[in-house]
């Protein structure tokens, strides 16, 4: 506790209760970070999962109960405005983060035939675009010289293909490249640049045949499931990770492909 006393994370998009970016915000908090997360409940509407419109509400509740600062908003990240604006309302209630977490992601399912460039875009704005802005004003702003950390969550684009999601491999793929190359300009600012692929993870989207299909690929016997990749964020954001910048960390169980 006393290495992250004082220290801020930002997560974006932790929405759901049972999605990852809720276990980041939860796993952080537990070590004693103040948390600021962003959500967007239009975009999680839309999705087979849906949300209950509390939701982001009792994730803050939850983290108050731990005993941290925490705080949150709405926000949709395609707006080319969002990094600034958050950034700003970040600084006026915690002060400026000591860590990023780039969670949110636009996600659809498409293939060569039905994709088009409105759905592409979409794709773009999100897990490409905002991940970039986001992480170059987190950089611009840090003044600490030592302990920033940008962690960027991708989905392991270059084991494997990923047919039926053409728009997400795609821009998933550009967060890995982003990654190698922000490290190597951010290493003299004292800020490290990972991503991490968490694998197939169980935050509510599976159905009961999807898990049965996808349990026999993971050695372990089980599904990966939201704590696992926050407790690899927690090392990586930690100072014993002080010296690893600029990987693509595959934190999915050994999962057969």
Request: net charge negative; charged share 20%; proline share 5%.
């Amino acid at each position: 506790m006393k290495h992250v006393k004082g220290k801020i994370a930002m997560i974006t998009g932790a929405s759901r209760l049972k999605g990852i970016g809720a276990a980041i915000c939860r796993v952080l908090a537990e070590e004693g970070y103040h948390i600021f997360f962003t959500y967007w409940t239009e975009y999680d509407k839309e999705m087979p999962w849906s949300i209950e419109m509390d939701e982001p509400m009792k994730l803050k509740e939850e983290l108050l109960q731990i005993g941290v600062k925490a705080s949150c908003m709405e926000l949709d990240l395609s707006n080319v405005d969002a990094p600034v604006h958050l950034f700003n309302r970040v600084n006026e209630v915690l002060g400026h983060p000591d860590i990023l977490i780039n969670n949110a992601a636009f996600s659809t399912n498409n293939d060569f035939s039905n994709i088009t460039a409105e759905e592409l875009d979409k794709h773009y704005m999100v897990n490409v675009r905002a991940t970039t802005l986001l992480s170059t004003e987190f950089a611009k702003r840090f003044d600490k010289k030592v302990g920033g950390r940008i962690v960027n969550l991708t989905s392991g684009q270059f084991r494997g293909p990923m047919p039926g999601e053409l728009a997400y491999a795609t821009t998933k793929g550009a967060v890995d490249a982003l990654t190698i190359t922000l490290s190597a300009e951010l290493a003299p600012l004292g800020i490290t640049v990972n991503a991490i692929n968490p694998g197939p993870t169980d935050t509510g989207w599976m159905t009961e045949t999807i898990k049965s299909d996808l349990q026999p690929l993971f050695p372990f016997g089980r599904i990966g499931h939201p704590e696992d990749v926050a407790n690899t964020i927690k090392f990586l954001v930690s100072d014993d990770a002080a010296w690893i910048t600029g990987q693509i960390i595959h934190s999915e169980g050994a999962f057969k492909r």
